[in-house]
Every structure is written in C-alpha cells, then in structure tokens.
C-alpha cells in the first residue's frame, strides 16, 4: 500500500511496466502457452483416485451370463425396427413387461427451426419407452438411469439387446436401493431432452410431449450406451456435455475401475493409455489426446446423450463400444458384467457426488489435470490486456507521455466524445444482433430470391451479415461526430481491451476451453493492433486470421489431424458450413450457449478491434 500511495514510487512503478510492457506481454503469452502445453507432461499432472468412499471397493461379484440372451433380443429388435420402419414401440413394452417392469411410453414432436440436412429431418415426431424397477431395499426416493438410444438403420441395435438382458438380470437380484430405468430413446438428443424435461416437468426448448404417466425417485446417475456389434475390441468413454459440462470425476473413475476388473480394454477421446510418458511419442500421445478434450468441450456440443443429464445435475457418461482390428475381444457377457458392477456400486450411493472434480482435463484415464492448475495459464493470457489497458490508461492520462509518442497538443487536448465512442461500440453490437436473429427469420425470404434450400439459406446468411459487418463499423463515428482523434481510438481500444477480458473470464468461468481457444487466438494480436497507415493491412490480416470463423474452421482442421482423420481445405469448408448450422440447431433445440455468446459478444468485441485498425 505504500509502495501505490507515494507518488513518486507510484510513477516510477507505472514508468517500469509501461516501458516494459510489450516484452512482458510477449513473455507472458509464452508461459501461458507452455504452461498448457506442459500440463500432458505426466509429472505435471495428479493420479486419478476415488473421492466418494461408497465407490472406493470393486469387491463385488458379478453374475451376469445373459450374453447370448442379448444378442437374442438384438436380432428380434433388429427384426422388428425393419418391420414397422422405426421404434417397435409396442414390442419393447411386451418384452420389458414380461421382464417385470413397470413400462411406460412418452410421445413428442418437434419442428426444427430449419431442416437438418445431416439426419435428413425436419418435423420430427418419436416415442420414448421406459420401464422402472422398482427398489425391493428402499424407500424408492431415487434412481439410477441406463439408456439406449434407438438410431437409424442397424445402429446401436447391440445397446437395446443388452438394454433388455440386463434388465432380465437386475430382475432377479434383491440387493438393489434404488429404483433403475430403463430407458430407450427415439431420434438420439431429441428423445432425450423431451424424456428429461417431462420427467423434471419443465419445458426449456419448446418440445411438445405428453405428461409423464410413471416416474421413479430422483435420479443419481445415468449412464448411456451405445454398441453396434456383438464382439467389441475395447469400451471408449465420452465426457463432454453441453456447454462444456462435465461429469464427476468419480464417475470416471468407476468405469476405468471396472474395466480394469473385467478386462475390458477401455480408451478415452478413442486413444488407448501408454506407459511410455518419459519419451517424446508418449507425451505427444498425452498431449493430442487432452486437446482433442479441450477441442469437443470447446464445441459446447454433447458428445452423447449423457450430455443432456448434465444441465440437471445428474452426473453420467457415455460408454461407447469399439469394433476394430485389435486382437483382444470382449463378448456381450463381458459388457454386461461392467454394466453390473458399475450400478451395484452406483447403488451404495448415499449422497449425490459431490466430493471429486467438475472441472478437469483428462490426458489419459489414469491422470487428469485440475482447475488449479489450468487455470493460471488463462491469468498469464489475460494478464497481457490488463498490461495493454494500463499502458493505454497511462498515455491517456499523462500529456507528457503522449507528446513522447508523437501526439501533437492540439490532439491531446481534444479528448474524444461519447458520441464517439458510444457509436461504434452500438453499431458493432447491433450486427451481432442481426447475426443471431435474422439468419432463421429470413430463410423463407431467401429460398423466395435464391435457388439454395432452407439450411443453405440460413448458413449463407450467417456467412453474409459476418462479412458485411466487416464493412459497417469502421467509419460510423466519422459520419456521427467528424474526423477520429488519436485519444478517441486509444479510448476505444481501452473499453475493447477490458471489455475483452471480462468476456474470456466469463467464458473460461463456465467452460475453460472455450475460453483459452478464444483467448490463445485473440489476444495476441487485439493487444497489439494500431491504426497505423503504413501496417493498416498488416494488422487487418492478422484481425481476419484470429476472428471466430477462422478460428471454428482451423479447430475443425486440427481436430481431424489429431484422430488421424486428414481433409483437404475444400472437406474442411464442408465440415465448416455442417458446423455452423449445427451450432445454429443446437441452440434452438438443447440451448447451446455456443451460437449467442459468439454472435452477441465476441463477434461484436472483434469488430471493435476491427473499427480501431479502420480508425481515420
């Protein structure tokens, strides 16, 4: 407090950083880099280890041996998803019946705000079929959830047969304190939110679904599956939820618990676990799979239907079975000896977890890296536009300091008006505005004028008002309020600069690594732009190579070089457009927060920086 209450140590402080400022911010953006890059070394990072004393023991005896009765009921449901062209709804009630359920069904529809060209739908109408066991050992106040959804053609018909066989089986067990459902979802995501809002009795995306007729207590855990074959090589494990959302750390480590117990060869992000971290392949292999982490979180996107539990606070996962060349295969009995052993140690369950990790970063099944140590990387990167503000601030506020850079009196004393200001910063976020209203309001009115469908129509409008706000901003405060001053951009720069850092600290708050893409891309050069004559084009470039569209399309090209998966630029482009009209029905139909946060906030933030280079 001293040293900031004097003032000739506070001026000699201030002369320190802002004469150091660019090397720091250099130095800064370094370590923050290395910081994560370093977090997939495995010395850096924590053993994974159960928190929750309830699922700390595997010393249970599974009994499951119904493996060929599975594949019995995959063949008949298989056989009959043929026949009636879609969901057997009234065969799964008569088999789950039989099993001794008690089985209801939950009818919904809903109309897409443009036709999703990926799974050829648009209105879609489905049923949803579950049935609950009933706990024999409790009071019935809660539940544990095991789905499957019903996909198109011959896909994950093996995680309904399982469905099935393992229901036969939890039947005839006495031990269980919970009530288990069984659920199997029509038409994947869609199924699954109208499921969970009818069983919570909200309604948050507008789907239209009959009352729930049944319901069990309040569900603990879920866990989703999914099989398209008889024999898997190994069992992959999907984390991510919307909106970044993970589940307790404890629930993964039960699956890698159980799976070490039956044998399973089990993967995460589809790479399996090395030993070898002391050599160059294997810290690269931690490393490809931990941003292959950071790369589908970022998306916001659920990379299973267990994504969907998350926003109620039911932890739960996808378990995703693997068909591929590697010698070792596992058969159905296998598969359902984990299932078995996971939900009896669900079943000890006294508390909702609560006691290990929500924010991680998982390298490998056996190391995961915690929100302190992941965090101060991000503060290295934000740190860089707190310098940058400080050093603007500074020039502002000192004429001599000014002079130095080369500002004429007359400049310095004509400080900028609010209109000024204010214009820019109201035009750019009114083009954010347009980006996420008009592209669905104006798909009819497009498809009228242009020979394009209904998603081009949407997905080609979103590219055109991103492009023409590049145009809009720049020379609205010299139609306003006259000629640009150079307080009035070094102003400007100064709220964009702080107005940046809350928006990534906000995002990072909420899912880190949507924040630190954004972060590691945008900052180091909105921190250094200038409207110089002589580098206008220069820093123009550097702008467009670090705005969110260019940012989505080079994600999208890394995550396909990490799963070893190449495109062509022109493949790139595709998966680019598929992108953003996903994201777009993503919003409208789960609420990813992905599309408005990029279209009202960062977007408008980047055409601030984009005003400031255009600044006259």
């Known amino acids: ?49 159960m928190s929750e004393n309830a699922m700390g023991s595997t010393m249970v005896e599974e009994k499951f041996v119904f493996g060929e009765r599975a594949i019995s009921y995959t063949r008949e449901f298989a056989g009959q998803k043929k026949k009636t062209g879609g969901m057997p709804v009234d065969w799964l009630v008569k088999t789950m019946k039989s099993r001794g359920l008690e089985v209801y069904t939950q009818s919904f529809s809903q109309i897409l705000p443009f036709p999703d060209e990926v799974k050829e739908r648009y209105m879609v109408r489905g049923t949803n079929v579950y049935g609950i066991l009933r706990a024999p050992r409790g ?20 995680a309904v047969g399982l469905l099935l066989a393992v229901a036969s089986h939890f039947r005839s067990q006495i031990y269980w304190a919970k009530d288990i459902i069984f659920l199997v979802n029509e038409h994947d995501l869609i199924g699954m939110e109208a499921w969970l809002e009818a069983y919570h009795d909200v309604n948050m995306t507008g789907l239209r679904s009959s009352p729930m007729q049944g319901r069990a207590g309040a569900i603990q855990a879920a866990l989703s599956l999914e099989l398209s074959s008889d024999v898997i090589t190994s069992m992959d494990v999907a984390l991510e939820g919307l909106n970044g959302q993970l589940p307790n750390l404890d629930l993964v480590n039960l699956f890698y618990a159980f799976c070490q117990k039956t044998g399973v060869l089990c993967t995460i992000q589809g790479k399996l ?25 970022g998306s916001g996107r659920p990379q299973g239907d267990h994504g969907l539990f ?15 060349f590697r010698q070792y295969k596992f058969d159905m009995t296998t598969v359902g000896k984990l299932i078995e052993g996971m939900f009896r140690k669900l079943n000890n369950l006294l508390e909702r977890f609560h006691q290990s990790y929500f924010f991680y970063l998982m390298p490998s099944l056996t190391r995961f890296v915690s929100i302190g140590y992941y965090m101060p990387a991000f503060g290295f990167l934000a740190l860089i536009l707190v310098l940058r503000a400080l050093d603007l601030w500074v020039q502002l506020s000192d004429p001599a300091r000014a002079l130095e850079d080369g500002v004429s009196e007359g400049e310095q004393d004509s400080s900028p008006s609010l209109l000024s200001l204010a214009t820019p910063v109201i035009i750019c976020h009114l083009t954010g505005l347009a980006l996420y209203i008009l592209p ?3 798909q009819e009115m497009a498809i009228q004028h242009f020979p394009v469908s209904e998603t081009e129509a949407v997905v080609l409008t979103a590219i055109a008002i991103y492009v023409a706000g590049l145009a809009l901003p720049h020379n609205t405060h010299r139609v306003l309020s006259g000629a640009g001053t150079e307080r009035g951009w070094r102003s400007l720069k100064l709220f964009s600069l702080l107005y940046l850092a809350v928006l990534l600290g906000c995002t990072t708050l909420i899912n880190f690594s949507l924040g630190f893409i954004l972060a590691v891309t945008m900052i180091p050069v909105t921190a250094f732009i200038q409207p110089h004559t002589s580098s206008k084009v220069l820093h123009g470039v550097a702008l467009i190579l670090v705005s969110p569209a260019t940012t989505l399309l080079l994600s999208i090209y890394l995550y396909h070089e990490l799963i070893e998966y190449p495109v062509s630029l022109l493949e790139c482009w595709q998966h680019f457009l598929t992108a953003v009209s996903q994201g777009i029905l993503d919003h409208h139909l789960y609420g990813s927060l992905l599309y408005p946060l990029i279209a009202l906030f960062i977007y408008p933030c980047w055409l601030q920086f984009w005003n400031i280079v255009f600044w006259k």
């Open 1 to 49: 407090m001293g040293l900031l209450s004097d003032p000739n140590r506070r001026r000699a402080l201030t002369s320190l950083v802002t004469r150091l400022n660019t090397p720091l911010c250099v130095l800064c953006y370094l370590v923050g880099v290395s910081w994560v890059m370093g977090l997939a070394f495995e010395p850096f990072m924590l053993r994974t280890y």
């Open 139 to 158: 009071p019935r106040t809660e539940s544990i959830v095991l789905s499957a959804p019903c996909s198109e053609g011959n896909n994950n018909n093996q």
């Open 273 to 297: 676990q090395r030993n070898d971290w002391d050599t160059l392949p294997g810290y690269t292999h931690s490393l490809s799979t931990m941003l292959l982490m950071v790369l589908k979180q």
């Open 310 to 324: 998350l926003r109620y606070h039911i932890e739960a996962v996808t378990m995703r079975g693997i068909n591929s």
């Open 440 to 442: 669905v309001l104006s």
